[in-house]
Structure formats: structure tokens, C-alpha cells
């Protein structure tokens, strides 16, 4: 067994049951959803007591919004078939305290998609978890199939924040339609002269340039995500590095430990499918520009477009280097949400009252 296989088992064996928590009163434990076919999902969990599974095909549905789909269960698992669009949601009701667990896929089953996963359910603050189906991250979505473009119309977006610099824009434009598209141009060349030649298994000082690089896309994210109404999803190129920094600061703004806001930033190495987030460039379309030309050597990289984990010598996750970047700037993650990207108490509050239950 290789060192990158046993990584991937090692994380999806730690995050069935660290990143689907239950409640702590809940007898229903160790919940998780596991694709079994193009058709087939697993539902899994521990308990002592019978459970009752429900179903609904949107979230938010609650066990009155949704379907009975098994009763009394006392197997501890349940399979289920289901369309080639579909995005289940599963509601486990415990027979002894009525206590409800909601979860779901983590990542959508995407024919030609990389690393575009929910962000719900983490444990938060204030006991509550993260909403699921309300926000998405992902990796570049240029060769998305129909079928793939029909799964994603079921998540109602509204909003679609890009991370990535223009030039990886203009090679590599999403096929995602309907929903208001936003990004911020900036020169792949000119972050790369700000970071120096990366090294994929150094990347904590690049991490550290991200909280300043970075403000103007961040101040543009956290105003989609405060407007009533809305459903977004984020990306960069991997869905790992841009995205990951956000996706760090939204749960930490929702009171995800610092733990899981971890462990969910590795489930990249899992989930990426890096031959699904760029297209083949071509030279001719290279020599354009420099930043064309530096984008398309970096993805002729195998170094740096293979999946690995996102870890340094010390095992430490690469974004704990732009925590501690923040931290020495400005003191802490709260006076750097508030300071620079214009998230402050009250926003937090408003955050978490949209996005936890």
C-alpha cells in the first residue's frame, strides 16, 4: 500500500465520524453517506435503539418536509437508489429521544468535476451545526458534463464567487450558468513574483501571503454570503489552496473547532481530479501572455497538480500557515475578519443565524 493511499484511508476513516458528528445528547452516532454505485448511496450509523430513516431531495427539509424511507431500523445501515440528478439528504431519527441527525454527501458525484463538495454539517457554535446545502466549494468547473451541469441546477445556486487570477479564468472559463457570477481580476504573474517559486511540499509560506493577497476576493465572498437569500459556491483552480483559506474562515467565523476546519482542508487530497479543472492549454494560447505562460507550466507540473497531502514535514496542515500569518499581523482571526473584510460581531451573529441549526 502506498503512502498516499494509506493517507487517503487514514483521513476518511478519522472524518466518518469527526466531520458528520452527532448531537451530544443524540443516541444515533458515527453517521455517515457513502456512494455505492452511479445510483446507490449507503446511509450508516451506530445505536442502540431503532432508528427511522427519512429522505428528502432538498435541504432544510426536516423529517415533516421529508419521506419515510425506512423504519424502526435496527441494521445500522440503509441503501438507497437513486436518480442520476438527485442530491439526497437523510434525516436518522432516534426512537428513544427523538433526536434528529441530518447528513449527506460530502462531495457531489461529478463525472467531470474536482474537489466541488458541501460545506455543512461541522459542529459549531453554540451546539448547532453547519446547514447543509447551503454553501458549496470547489475546484474549476471548465469540463463539467451535462449530466454533471443537471446534478449541480439541483442545488438551487445563486451566487458564484472565482477565485482564480485572470489568466486561469480566461483558459479554463466555468460551464455553470443561471446563477450571478462574480470574481475580481488580478495577474497570476504578479501573485507568483509575490510568493516566490512554489514548492508543493513547502506551501505554508505561501499560505502566509494569502491573508493580505487575498482581502479583495474575501470582502467580496463574505457579502455574498451575509445576503439574505442566497446559495453560494466558491472556487479556485484546485478547490484546495484559495478555496481552502476561505473555506477556513467561514467555519471559523461559524464556530467550527480548529481541528475539523483542519481536517476538512485535507479532504482535498481526496477529492481533487485534477485532469477535470484545466483544460489542455495549448502553446500557441500560452504565448499570449506571461501569466499564460507561467499558468500552463504550472500545470504541466506533475509535482503540482497531483493530489498529496497538504501537510509539511512536520504534519502540520499547510493552512495553519495562514492562521499564524494572521494571528501575527493582526492579533487575531476576529480583528482580521473585522478590519480588513468587514465581517464583524454582528455579521458573525447574522452568519450564524443563516448558516447554523
Known amino acids: 500500500?502506498?503512502?498516499?493511499?494509506?493517507?487517503?484511508?487514514?483521513?476518511?476513516?478519522?472524518?466518518?465520524?469527526?466531520?458528520?458528528?452527532?448531537?451530544?445528547?443524540?443516541?444515533?452516532?458515527?453517521?455517515?453517506?457513502?456512494?455505492?454505485?452511479?445510483?446507490?448511496?449507503?446511509?450508516?450509523?451506530?445505536?442502540?435503539?431503532?432508528?427511522?430513516?427519512?429522505?428528502a431531495d432538498v435541504a432544510d427539509a426536516g423529517v415533516a418536509g421529508a419521506k419515510l424511507a425506512s423504519g424502526e431500523?435496527?441494521?445500522?445501515?440503509?441503501?438507497?437508489?437513486?436518480?442520476?440528478?438527485?442530491?439526497?439528504?437523510?434525516?436518522?431519527?432516534?426512537?428513544?429521544?427523538g433526536t434528529v441527525v441530518e447528513i449527506a454527501e460530502r462531495a457531489l458525484p461529478l463525472d467531470q468535476g474536482s474537489n466541488f463538495r458541501d460545506v455543512g454539517g461541522y459542529p459549531a457554535a453554540g451546539g448547532k451545526h453547519v446547514r447543509w446545502g447551503a454553501v458549496f466549494r470547489s475546484g474549476?468547473?471548465?469540463?463539467?458534463?451535462?449530466?454533471?451541469?443537471?446534478?449541480?441546477?439541483?442545488?438551487?445556486?445563486?451566487?458564484?464567487?472565482?477565485?482564480?487570477?485572470?489568466?486561469?479564468?480566461?483558459?479554463?472559463?466555468?460551464?455553470?450558468?443561471?446563477?450571478?457570477?462574480?470574481?475580481?481580476?488580478y495577474s497570476l504573474t504578479k501573485m507568483m513574483a509575490q510568493q516566490g517559486p512554489i514548492d508543493p511540499t513547502k506551501l505554508g509560506g505561501v499560505y502566509s501571503t494569502f491573508p493580505d493577497f487575498l482581502i479583495p476576493q474575501m470582502r467580496?465572498?463574505?457579502?455574498?454570503?451575509?445576503?439574505?437569500?442566497?446559495?453560494?459556491?466558491?472556487?479556485?483552480?484546485?478547490?484546495?489552496?484559495?478555496?481552502?483559506?476561505?473555506?477556513?474562515?467561514?467555519?471559523?467565523?461559524?464556530?467550527?473547532?480548529r481541528d475539523l476546519i483542519y481536517a476538512d482542508y485535507q479532504l482535498s487530497t481526496v477529492y481533487r481530479r485534477p485532469q477535470f479543472e484545466v483544460p489542455k492549454i495549448e502553446p500557441a494560447v500560452a504565448e499570449r501572455s506571461e501569466g499564460l505562460k507561467t499558468f500552463a507550466s504550472m500545470m504541466n507540473n506533475p509535482a503540482i497538480s497531483k493530489p498529496r497531502p497538504l501537510v509539511d514535514e512536520q504534519q502540520r496542515p499547510?493552512?495553519?500557515?495562514?492562521?499564524?500569518?494572521?494571528?501575527?499581523?493582526?492579533?487575531?482571526?476576529?480583528?482580521?475578519?473585522?478590519?480588513?473584510?468587514?465581517?464583524?460581531?454582528?455579521?458573525?451573529?447574522?452568519?450564524?443565524?443563516?448558516?447554523?441549526?
Request: glycine share 8%; hydrophobic share 45%; proline share 3%.
Open 318 to 357: 499547510f493552512i495553519a500557515g495562514a492562521f499564524a500569518a494572521i494571528e501575527a499581523k493582526w492579533g487575531s482571526v476576529d480583528n482580521y475578519l473585522a478590519k480588513e473584510i468587514g465581517v464583524g460581531p454582528a455579521d458573525v451573529v447574522k452568519l450564524r443565524a443563516k448558516y447554523l441549526e
Open 220 to 257: 467580496i465572498l463574505f457579502q455574498k454570503l451575509l445576503e439574505d437569500g442566497t446559495t453560494v459556491v466558491y472556487n479556485c483552480s484546485a478547490g484546495q489552496d484559495r478555496t481552502g483559506f476561505a473555506t477556513a474562515l467561514l467555519l471559523y467565523s461559524l464556530g467550527v473547532p
Open 73 to 97: 431500523n435496527k441494521a445500522g445501515k440503509f441503501e438507497i437508489n437513486t436518480g442520476a440528478t438527485a442530491r439526497p439528504y437523510f434525516y436518522l431519527k432516534d426512537s428513544k429521544d
Open 140 to 185: 474549476g468547473t471548465p469540463m463539467l458534463s451535462e449530466a454533471d451541469l443537471a446534478r449541480i441546477q439541483m442545488l438551487k445556486l445563486t451566487d458564484m464567487v472565482d477565485l482564480r487570477s485572470s489568466e486561469e479564468r480566461t483558459v479554463a472559463p466555468t460551464r455553470i450558468e443561471n446563477v450571478r457570477y462574480t470574481a475580481i481580476g
Open 1 to 55: 500500500m502506498t503512502n498516499f493511499t494509506l493517507f487517503k484511508r487514514l483521513l476518511l476513516a478519522t472524518t466518518a465520524g469527526l466531520l458528520l458528528a452527532s448531537p451530544a445528547s443524540a443516541e444515533v452516532m458515527g453517521a455517515k453517506v457513502e456512494r455505492t454505485g452511479d445510483t446507490k448511496i449507503m446511509v450508516s450509523w451506530s445505536s442502540k435503539t431503532p432508528v427511522d430513516v427519512y429522505v
